[in-house]
C-alpha cells in the first residue's frame, strides 16, 4: 500500500498534506526520512513515524463504548468526547449517531466512513433499542399511540415504534429512525417524561453489560460480520 493512502485513510491529513509533510522531513520510516510518500509500505511490518509518534495501523477498526452519562457524542468539543475516552492512537475515529449527553449505553466508535454512513442511513430503518425510565406511570394507551406514530409538539410524526412496558415507570423502546431528542419527544407528546436513558442494542450488536459505563472493546469478528451484512448494500 502507498504511503500516503495509509496515513490519509488514518486520518493524517489529505494527501497533498501528507506529501508536504514528507518534504518538511516530518515523515520517517523504518529509521529513514521519506522523500517520497507514494512508497510503498508493509503496514503490518514497516514502522512509520510521523511527527516522531509511531503509527498505528489498522485499516478500519469498531469499538464498542458503553457511553457514561456526562460525555459528548462528537469528534471534538469543550467538554470531554466519547473519543477522549478511546485510547487507540488511531487517528480518524467518529461514533455513529449521537447519544445525548444525559443518555448512556451503546455506542459504535469507528473509522470506517462507509459502515456508519450505512448504518445511520434512514433508508435502512436500523433497528435501536432503549431502556427508559419515566417520571410518571406508563399507561396501556401509549403502546398503542407508540405503535401507530407519535406525532412530536412541532407536529412531525415518527414513525411506528415499539414501547414494551417493563414496570410501571420503565420501559423499552425499538425505533428505527434518530430523531434529535427523539425518545424524550415521544414521551413529552404522551404527557410523561424521561428521567433515565440507555441504549442497550442497535440492530444484532447488543451492548456488553460486562463494559462498565466508560469501558470498551472491539467488536467480535461475529459482530462486525453482522453489522457488515446489514450495511452491505446502499439500495
Ligand atoms: N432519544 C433521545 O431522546 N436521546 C438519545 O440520546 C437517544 C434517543
Do not use: W
Not at 1 to 28: F, H, P, S, W
Amino acid at each position: 500500500m502507498r504511503l500516503d493512502k495509509m496515513l490519509a485513510d488514518l486520518g493524517y491529513g489529505t494527501r497533498n498534506e501528507i506529501r508536504k509533510a514528507c518534504r518538511q522531513g516530518r515523515i520517517v520510516l523504518n529509521g529513514e526520512y521519506v522523500k517520497d510518500c507514494s512508497i510503498h509500505v508493509n503496514p503490518e511490518e514497516d514502522e512509520v513515524l510521523v511527527d516522531e509518534e509511531p503509527v498505528l495501523y489498522s485499516r478500519y477498526v469498531y469499538f464498542m463504548l458503553n457511553k457514561p452519562i456526562g460525555v459528548v457524542s462528537a469528534t471534538s468539543d469543550r467538554q470531554m468526547t466519547v473519543l477522549d475516552l478511546i485510547d487507540s492512537g488511531i487517528k480518524g475515529l467518529f461514533p455513529v449517531g449521537r447519544l445525548d449527553k444525559d443518555t448512556e449505553g451503546l455506542l459504535l466508535i469507528t473509522n470506517d466512513g462507509q459502515l456508519g454512513h450505512r448504518l445511520l442511513s434512514p433508508r435502512h430503518h436500523v433497528e435501536k433499542e432503549y431502556e427508559v425510565e419515566l417520571a410518571l406511570p406508563l399507561k396501556e394507551e401509549d403502546v398503542t399511540r407508540f405503535a401507530s406514530g407519535i406525532q412530536l409538539s412541532d407536529g412531525e410524526r415518527c414513525l411506528p415504534s415499539t414501547l414494551i412496558i417493563t414496570s410501571e415507570t420503565a420501559a423499552r423502546v425499538i425505533l428505527t429512525e434518530g430523531k434529535y431528542h427523539q425518545i424524550k419527544r415521544m414521551f413529552e407528546a404522551v404527557g410523561n417524561q424521561v428521567v433515565g436513558l440507555k441504549r442497550v442494542r442497535m440492530k444484532h450488536l447488543v451492548l456488553d453489560e460486562s463494559l462498565a459505563p466508560g469501558e470498551y472493546r472491539e467488536l467480535t469478528k461475529e459482530e462486525l460480520a453482522d453489522l457488515k451484512e446489514l450495511a452491505g448494500s446502499d439500495e
